[in-house]
Nanobody, 123 residues
Framework: QVQLVESGGGLVQAGGSLRLSCAAS????????MGWFRQTPGKERELVAA???????AYTDSVKGRFTISRDNAKNTVYLQMNSLKPEDTAVYYC?????????????????WGQGTQVTVSS
């Protein structure tokens, strides 16, 4: 069992930055691939960024060049640095952990989820 707790969300103006953190407890953090998803009302939860156990990363096209996912295995934490934020980035952001090796691209690839943190970007 893995418990995930997100933090760092909030209200920011367009063009600003936020850094989300996801602290994990439970089994060995380094054995999990991690992902950040986001969801808005009435829409499917979508992958924003993913990082594998070995540090390979992947991003959805709309955030490439603006967002960076990273992990610190010593701190059991995964981060999402979000720069040049746009109003369309407004969503609830979720952290997720995947027990199988390698990147996960779909919500069904992940086994554990955090409670979510709201990110609101004003224009």
């Amino acid at each position: 069992q893995v418990q995930l707790v997100e933090s760092g969300g909030g209200l920011v103006q367009a063009g600003g930055s936020l850094r989300l953190s996801c602290a994990a407890s439970g089994r060995t953090f380094s054995s999990y691939a991690m992902g950040w998803f986001r969801q808005t009302p009435g829409k499917e939860r979508e992958l924003v960024a993913a990082i594998s156990q070995s540090g390979n990363t992947a991003y959805t096209d709309s955030v490439k060049g603006r967002f960076t996912i990273s992990r610190d295995n010593a701190k059991n934490t995964v981060y999402l640095q979000m720069n040049s934020l746009k109003p369309e980035d407004t969503a609830v952001y979720y952290c997720a952990a995947r027990g199988l090796y390698g990147l996960g691209f779909d919500r069904r690839d992940y086994d554990y989820w955090g409670q979510g943190t709201q990110v609101t970007v004003s224009s």
